[in-house]
């Protein structure tokens, strides 16, 4: 009896862990940014990203609210998030930045997954596409 509810719990477990939302599911565009650091410093590439990730809108947080800064105001920790990734980029500190990332995502697994359930398809693939062809030219 008790190893059966002992199997039951770790089933549970592991069908609670499949379901946590990664980088990819609340931020592709970064997701797929992030996968081709380390980028040279001031290249092209590099300062357009860096535009991004220094705005409220375009950050990592802000693409995971929707290409949306209403987080700003809402969530100190997004918000703290939002200050930190820029200062990671500009100081080359990818493996920190790659750090809070994942803390950003455990994060938003914790606090803001109803705004990923919540979040119309639509806003989602035209983000998507819009950041997609963005990836695209750049490359
Ligand atoms: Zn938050």
Redesign the pocket.
Known sequence: MQNRSVISRRRYVAAKEQQLLTLGDIAPSWDERLKQLPVSKWSLKWLKWYFDIASRETCIVGEAFGQSSA?WNE?A??RTFSRQFPRHYKALSYKELERDVQRFVG??NE??RDVENNRRCLRWFDSFVRSDGYIRTLQ
């Open positions: 987080y969530c920790e997004c994060h938003w606090k803001h």
